[in-house]
């Protein structure tokens, strides 16, 4: 069976519907690049459309993991960082600038850079270490922790695995949780407007 290209002429133009298909589809992967670009699109729109708008993400949203030796940690990270993030050392309290950092944006892994934490989630815990009460979802991982014998839960970050703290369950509302986090191991990054 042949399929017949119907020629439509109209004032001198031929007309030819693959082409109009052609670029309608052009078209449309531009609009929807374009309001991508802007924010216009949430996280499931994206991956419908087969981007991801983070370069830690892969196509469903996952952080993608990131491996390196301790030779080329210790050459990125100063000894303290490396004690905490590596080594799953703890800072001592009350000696992180984080505790006073107040303004809106992200707190982002010292390591790799991956957002852990909005800044709307921080709080005062007393205890001397920066306290969140809920991390960015599937941007932490968790493991028992039993070297104080008891069991704790240690949280690290899910793209390079670095040492960030404890998660405990005396935490405020909404959650009731307690990220209690080395400041070593965070940067932070005001929110630009």
Known sequence: MKIKKIHLKSDGYEFNPLRRRLLLFIGGGMLLWTADRAGLLGRSARAATGETNRKWEDQEGKVIKMTKSDQEWKKELGDKEYNVLREEGTERPFTSSLLDEHRDGVYVCAACGLPLFKSGSKYNSGTGWPSFYQAIEGHVETKTDYKL?????????????????HVFEDGPDPTGLRYCNNGVALRFQEQKE
């Open 149 to 165: 014998v008891l069991p704790r839960t240690e949280y690290h970050c899910a793209r390079c695995g670095g040492h960030q703290g």
